[in-house]
């Protein structure tokens, strides 16, 4: 048994989480959750009180949370290089947007799907501010790539890129060029690859 096990559901952002498992490639256990009892069972529980997934079990240590399991892995095995050294001024960059995915856009994105209206004059009481401005920023900092911290690919690319992916694709997140050539450039990694067909193939399973 690994010491590195997985909770996740394939209709969920564990799919964000397992594509960083891959990245990082060393063993892991998978446990799939079915939503419903199965996520809010007293086991489950006391891995992550909130009943949801993604979490991780690393030895003694619990990490739930997409972003913060990216944050972890990446910090936890720095040879894989998923994350700049603590010298560069690319490690503030990374911290930087992996938060800003996690919190600005995650609640942008969520306001436009569920058709919340921020008044103009109350979009300093929410985090994000406006829809456009949120993307607007990120458009910015994804300019000089090729990634979100710049030469190197980092765990921050693989959140990031999971959210503009994901929301791309449910219309939450215009369609910008900019936007394309990132993910374009993400999504035709061998791990990212990887990670999506054991979700399919999961999920193709469960149908049969």
């Known amino acids: ?73 990446a910090d936890r095995f720095p040879e894989k290089n998923l994350l700049p050294p603590s010298s560069h001024p690319a490690r503030a960059a990374y911290f930087r947007w992996m938060f800003f995915a996690a919190g600005p ?28 401005d949120t993307l607007n920023s990120l458009e910015k900092a994804l300019t000089p790539g090729p990634y979100i911290c710049g030469e190197q690919f980092t765990a921050a690319d693989v959140y990031v890129g999971s959210q503009i992916g994901w929301g791309m694709m449910v219309g939450t997140i215009e369609k910008r060029p900019l936007f394309e050539a990132y993910i374009g450039r993400l999504f035709a990694r061998p791990a990212g690859q990887k990670a999506n067909r054991i979700n399919e193939d999961y999920l193709k399973s469960r149908k049969e």
């Open 105 to 132: 856009l995650e609640l942008a994105v969520t306001a436009k799907a569920l058709g919340w209206e921020v008044p103009q004059n109350k979009s300093g009481f929410v985090g994000f501010g406006s829809y456009s």
């Open 1 to 73: 048994m690994s010491d590195l096990i997985f909770y996740t559901n394939p209709q969920s952002r564990g799919r964000i989480a397992h594509w960083m498992l891959e990245e990082i490639g060393v063993p892991y256990e998978t446990v799939w959750l079915d939503y419903g009892p199965a996520m809010k069972s007293g086991d489950y529980l006391a891995v992550n009180p909130m009943g949801k997934v993604p979490a991780i079990q690393h030895g003694g240590a619990v990490v739930t949370e997409a972003a913060a399991i990216c944050a972890y892995l």
